[in-house]
């Protein structure tokens, strides 16, 4: 699927040496890069290739990509696509729904914030043994939504407080009940008003403490403390995504991971609701329970990129976009783990080692000592 085009003339302001230098500053040209990223590096791996398959032409690709981005600069020219790749990718978004919009078309009294705390209809009602309050009826734009995602960015909803500025790029979800019964996830059973009261998710992680006054509008209150010791919170499910500090695709798509991880798995595919009390049920992770670890999604995205330099105006597009939704590849062979997945961006270069500690304050392995330390703080 082509995606539409956000073109940026460039006018190059070049001395007479340099276009003289220049293969293409007098020709039309398209460089096209299967499974790639859209940016400067990109584009001049690419422009190299176009070189190398040109008969006499005796230029570089640094040249090349001066002369298309009006820059004297190497560095400048690359920051120059960077930008219009920034751009399009923002254009692209934009033309999209936000990762809010199938649960706010679905009833127009869901408001997305509130969703993501953990209330409205879509977290506390469930389905009546007449079948009403289905989720797959109620919330069957969801399902066409998800569809979409595969292959358009969807916006994050940074609008709202709970993903506003997420510090180390890290976000999770926990959940404390089911509400939908056979899907082999969570203990909601039929009939629904004897065997689907007070259901509990899939248990995969253990609840420390809630700080509310990391998230108080979340909390509606300044500040206290929900701690749950001895493991007698019951059972409780966090899954989460963090990306890079390298402006990739993973950046860029995160919109899509949030309205997965969210609402397509874990509401509308396994019924999973609610927050723990004092705490959103979804937001940046610095903002969320402190728990022993989160499961973990990642993006395998594919796409074609195309770097169009057209009578003297230069402009980029994707086609054949595929978003694909998996479990984590952590480090050192953790699998569906946010923590290790997060110390495979460290190792990669693209996430911090200050950063890692610092989401390691909310995945904290073991309860025991976080909660002591609270303890002897208040």
Not at 29 to 39: A, D, F, K, L, N
Not at 324 to 330: L, P
């Amino acid at each position: 699927m082509i995606m539409k085009t956000t073109a940026l003339a460039l006018l190059a302001s070049l001395s007479a040496a340099t276009a003289q230098d220049s293969c293409f500053a007098g020709s039309n040209i398209r460089v096209t890069v299967e499974e790639g990223t859209c940016s400067g590096e990109e584009f001049l791996e690419g422009l190299q290739v176009a070189i190398d398959n040109r008969r006499r032409c005796d230029s570089d690709a640094e040249t090349e990509i001066k002369v298309i981005t009006g820059q004297r600069d190497l560095d400048k020219a690359l920051a120059e696509v960077d930008r219009l790749c920034a751009d399009y990718y923002q254009s692209s978004i934009d033309n999209f729904k936000d990762a809010g919009y199938p649960i706010k078309a679905s009833d127009d009294e869901l408001k997305i914030k509130e969703f993501y705390d953990g209330n409205t209809d879509a977290n506390w009602q469930r389905e009546t043994n007449d079948g009403d309050y289905n989720l797959e009826d109620n919330f069957s734009r969801i399902d066409s939504y998800y569809e979409a995602s595969q292959n358009k960015a969807v916006e994050y909803p940074d609008y709202i407080e709970n993903f506003e500025e997420c510090e180390y790029r890290a976000a999770y979800c926990c959940w404390v009940q089911d509400r939908q019964a056979g899907d082999n996830n969570g203990n909601c059973a039929k009939r629904y008003d004897t065997n689907c009261v007070d259901a509990d998710p899939g248990d995969n992680t253990d609840l420390c403490y809630v700080d509310m006054e990391k998230a108080p509008t979340s909390a509606r209150v300044a500040g206290g403390y929900a701690i749950f010791p001895d493991d007698n919170e019951g059972d409780a499910h966090c899954h989460g995504f963090a990306w890079g500090n390298d402006a990739g695709l993973d950046d860029v798509f995160k919109g899509n991971n949030l309205f997965y991880v969210a609402m397509y798995d874990h509401l509308y595919q396994r019924g999973y609701v609610r927050s723990v009390p004092g705490a959103p049920m979804c937001a940046c992770a610095e903002q969320m329970p402190v728990v022993s670890r989160a499961d973990c999604t990642e993006l395998d995205i594919t796409q074609t990129v195309r770097y169009n330099w057209i009578n003297r105006g230069f402009s980029v597009s994707t086609r054949n976009v595929n978003v694909e939704y998996n479990a984590c590849n952590g480090a050192n062979n953790n699998n569906n783990d946010l923590e290790a997945y997060y110390e495979r961006l460290v190792d990669e270069g693209r996430a911090a080692e200050e950063e890692l500690k610092a989401l390691q304050k909310q995945l904290v392995g073991d309860c025991d000592d976080p909660i002591e330390e609270l303890l002897s703080d208040l």
